[in-house]
């Protein structure tokens, strides 16, 4: 079992940044990927970005060249750095693990993150 916190979200200014980061705790497990997703009200949970095991990446055309995912294997953390934000980036952001490419994943229970002026 995995239980994962996301902290970090907030209000930001369009152009601004913000870092949201997801911790994972438990025992007996180990992550193969992890990834952030996020829903807008109204709107499906969309994929943003991926890391796998091999540290290899992929982000969603919407946030790539602004985003940024990033892990601290020691820690047990992951990390979205998001910058030049836009309104449309306002969302609710969802941490994700897998221990295996096709195993369930594990979820945290989100952070809001808030673009406008």
């Known amino acids: 079992q995995v239980q994962l916190v996301e902290s970090g979200g907030g209000l930001a200014q369009p152009g601004g940044s913000l870092r949201v980061s997801c911790a994972a705790s438990?025992?007996?497990?180990?992550?193969?990927?992890r990834a952030w997703y996020r829903q807008a009200p109204g709107t499906q949970r969309e994929l943003v970005a991926t890391?796998?095991?091999?540290?290899?990446?992929t982000y969603a055309d919407s946030v790539k060249g602004r985003f940024t995912i990033s892990r601290d294997n020691a820690k047990n953390m992951v990390y979205l750095q998001m910058n030049s934000l836009k309104p449309e980036d306002t969302a609710v952001y969802y941490c994700?693990?897998?221990?295996?490419?096709?195993?369930?994943?594990?979820w945290g229970q989100g952070t809001q993150v808030t673009v406008s002026s």
């Open positions: 994700s693990v897998r221990e295996c490419a096709g195993c369930p994943s594990y």
């Open positions: 438990g025992s007996g497990y180990s992550i193969y990927s």
């Open positions: 890391i796998v095991r091999d540290g290899s990446t």
